[in-house]
């Protein structure tokens, strides 16, 4: 069965607020510079290997994909590194992926700028867990960043990253779950419908759900407490 985009931004919702503070946290908001020929994007001090996802308009309020770009291609060294994620996408039968550009009406942004949720959506299926969005006359282009090291998941952090995506996520359960099992804390679902994150410390995340998928409650068990 065809995966809509709606359906996999709800999966990566969690992940791209993660992704986005990891690298916020470690570069901040300093004066960027980029060379898409050498894959590197200056961030202040902070050099990152990247690669450009594609570009949204703020005109037209459409995405263009990289390899459909005629200044980029298939064959621009800044973007093979992201056509595997392309084809995953293709792989899951998301149709944007197949188009060479498409409006992002109603497409949500992860409350980022327009085109954010597919660049991060493409970013992480090409295995790189941010994207940085660099203005530019009317538009955006979204790079992929590799070089970036996720901090250990913590219990602590993840009511305030739900927070930040509640209204960006179409299935909090949903959105949860994945998340949990992108992340290596063994999501378990419990005879409620709940769900239970495991993490690294030990500590669990109870979190429960109401009928219509959204979150209603999370509560945290310490190791050795009940």
């Not at 739900?162 to 209204?167: G, T």
């Not at 099992?181 to 109870?206: C, F, N, S």
Request: charged share 20%; proline share 5%.
């Amino acid at each position: 069965m065809a995966v809509t985009l709606a359906d996999a931004l709800t999966d990566f919702a969690l992940l791209a607020v993660e992704g986005q503070q990891a690298l916020f946290d470690e570069a901040g908001s300093a004066q960027w510079e980029v060379d898409l020929d050498r894959r590197t994007l200056w961030l202040g001090e902070r050099v990152y290997d990247v690669a450009i996802i594609g570009t949204s308009s703020e005109i037209s309020n459409t995405w263009m994909w990289s390899w459909a770009n005629p200044g980029y291609g298939t064959a621009h060294p800044a973007v093979a590194q992201i056509l595997p994620g392309c084809e995953k996408g293709r792989e899951a039968g998301i149709p944007e992926f197949t188009a060479e550009s498409f409006s992002l009406d109603g497409v949500t942004n992860y409350g980022m700028r327009p085109g954010s949720a597919v660049a991060f959506l493409t970013a992480r299926l090409s295995g790189a867990p941010a994207v940085y969005a660099a203005p530019y006359g009317d538009g955006v282009a979204y790079l992929a960043v590799f070089n970036l090291e996720l901090p250990t998941p913590t219990a602590e952090a993840l009511p305030r990253m739900m927070s930040a995506c509640l209204e960006h996520s179409g299935n909090h359960r949903q959105t949860i779950g994945n998340f949990g099992a992108q992340r290596g804390l063994k999501p378990a679902r419990t005879e409620a419908g709940g769900i239970v994150l495991t993490y690294p410390d030990g500590t669990r995340a109870h979190c429960v759900f109401d009928d219509w998928n959204r979150v209603t409650q999370m509560r945290m068990e310490q190791l050795g407490q009940s």
